[in-house]
């Protein structure tokens, strides 16, 4: 296979979570989310997971330094990656150049309302153990010349899991208040940031909106990727 390393960038609740999955299935790539290894960090208690803990209990971001120091160590023995978090400032972006060449960047387009409908329709299965999503939103729209039509993923039973039987429950940061507030932070931090791959890095971009059903989102990035010639 030809070596193919991805960036994949959308607001909170676009979906680029799912979709890296799928790329990475297709393409054998390894997935790498910065929340995954900080998660796995924490869980094994090193002292960088002790040390990353303490930040995010006090509500701080975790600095470039450390957040460049780990994804680094993860990437320089891989030839075929997505990067799903990563990177979210100009620095971070400096760093990545520095160790590899990114061959693509996937950008998951959607507007703030279907965004803000969307994940407000979230529900989780209160089981920790099962994790299961599903999601009551029905959006059949068009907003400025877009349209929707993203069908609900609805239980079998009412609001309990399929999987479990655990009853289903709505996370508080899927609140539209909550989600609002992490679309303007998404913005903010991911603007710059695609601006330095648009006119100085100069790396092709894919962009997508979240339109359809994921099947056929994936569908059209894996036509998109092909066309590049980098898998």
């Known amino acids: 296979m030809v070596n193919t390393k991805l960036i994949i960038f959308g607001p909170p609740g676009s979906g680029k979570g799912t979709y890296s999955s799928r790329l990475k299935e297709i393409f054998g790539l390894e997935k790498i989310s910065t929340g995954d290894i900080f998660r796995e960090e924490i869980k094994k208690k090193t002292t960088l997971g002790n040390k990353i803990e303490k930040i995010v209990k006090e509500g701080k971001l ?17 030839d075929n990656f997505i990067l799903d978090g990563y990177p979210r400032t100009i620095e971070q972006a400096k760093a990545l150049d520095r160790v590899t060449k990114i061959d693509a960047i996937i950008k998951i387009n959607v507007h703030e309302e279907i965004l803000i409908e969307k994940i407000a329709g979230r529900r989780i299965c209160s089981n920790p153990e099962c994790g299961s999503i599903y999601n009551i939103a029905d ?4 907003v400025e010349g877009i349209t ?16 479990c039987g655990a009853p289903l429950i709505q996370r508080d940061d899927d609140k539209p208040e909550i989600v609002k507030e992490r679309i303007k932070i998404y913005e903010k931090q991911s603007e710059p940031v695609l601006k330095y791959y648009q006119n ?3 790396v092709p971009f894919i962009e997508v909106w979240m339109n359809r059903p994921l099947e056929e989102i994936v569908e059209k990035i894996e036509k998109e990727i092909n066309k590049l010639g980098i898998s």
């Open 62 to 78: 975790v600095p470039d330094d450390i957040v460049i120091e780990v994804v680094n160590e993860k990437i320089k023995s891989l």
């Open 139 to 142: 959006i059949n729209k068009t």
């Open 148 to 163: 929707y039509v993203l069908p609900p993923i609805m239980p079998k039973n009412d609001m309990k899991c399929d999987k």
């Open 200 to 202: 100085e890095n100069k």
